[in-house]
């Protein structure tokens, strides 16, 4: 099935931190960004979401060390805000495309109502 998407298909990850309903999601945000410059954004998205909404600053920080980044530097990268901006630029770009939660899809440039189970985004691909 996924082969009949070879070169038609494109996934981009960008943040978008519901801060009302988890207060420390944008200092998760900013962690994997932290992570990614030590080339492990996806290990470390992975981890934080395996910590189910525990994500205060030791829990972040364990979750670095777990995987075996420099947790030091990301301390460092949060204290100073290294990422906030690259954060909120994607805030920012999800708000002006009506982005209102996560998850988000966009099929064909267009942001997709419908389920996203992947037979309905299948679907989406197909008929756009």
Request: glycine share 12%; net charge negative; charged share 25%.
């Amino acid at each position: 099935m996924y082969a009949a998407l070879d070169g038609r298909l494109r996934f981009g990850f960008r943040h978008f931190p519901l801060r009302e309903r988890h207060p420390d999601a944008e200092r998760a945000a900013q962690a994997s960004e932290a992570a990614a410059a030590q080339d492990a954004f996806w290990p470390m998205h992975d981890a934080l979401y395996g910590l189910r909404g525990r994500l205060g600053l030791e829990d972040i920080l364990g979750a670095a060390r777990d995987i075996g980044l420099d947790a030091d530097r990301i301390r460092a990268d949060l204290d100073a805000g290294t990422y906030a901006e690259r954060v909120r630029r994607d805030v920012e770009s999800a708000l002006a495309t009506g982005v209102g939660g996560t998850p988000t899809f966009f099929v064909g440039g267009v942001r997709h109502e419908g389920a996203f189970d992947v037979q309905s985004l299948m679907a989406a691909l197909e008929a756009g």
